[in-house]
């Protein structure tokens, strides 16, 4: 079986770089992905997701270096759910987390976005989207 999911939205934090014991660059970030709709009274609602990112490697090193809070972002890789308790009387929680595979730096200069990536190539060019609908 195959999984394969692609995200675009901004970074809500800087990332953060570190090292495994055996010397691996790990890089993590967050991502939040929003969509707006308008339910059947007339209302605008908006839900944001956020997603945990974990690149390894050199695209690790390259995700920190060129990557910011508030920057667009197009994540490619496989998703992780988890789900857990907290401390009595607090509701169920859940995490998604996106084991990086290829990442393309969006907005540009030029309006050009950047890809980098463990497997062969980049995901071809910027996809279709306004960053006017994105409400960051």
Avoid at 26 to 44: H, I, L, N, P
Avoid at 75 to 96: F, K
């Amino acid at each position: 079986m195959f999984s394969k999911t692609i995200i675009v939205g901004h970074l809500g934090k800087d990332p953060e770089l570190r090292y495994t014991q055996s010397g691996q660059s790990v890089c993590s970030f967050s991502v939040a992905t929003s969509r707006t709709w308008t339910d059947q009274s007339g209302e605008k609602q908006d839900k944001t997701t956020w997603f945990r990112v974990t690149a390894w490697g050199k695209l690790a090193e390259l995700c920190n270096t060129y990557l910011k809070k508030g920057r667009l972002v197009l994540v490619e890789g496989e998703v992780d759910a988890s789900a857990w308790m907290p401390q009595q009387g607090e509701q169920p929680r859940a995490s998604l987390e996106l084991t990086a595979r290829n990442v393309r730096f969006l907005g540009g200069g030029g309006g050009e976005g950047t890809a980098f990536g463990s497997g062969g190539g980049g995901l071809g060019g910027p996809p279709d989207i306004n960053e006017d609908d994105i409400p960051f």
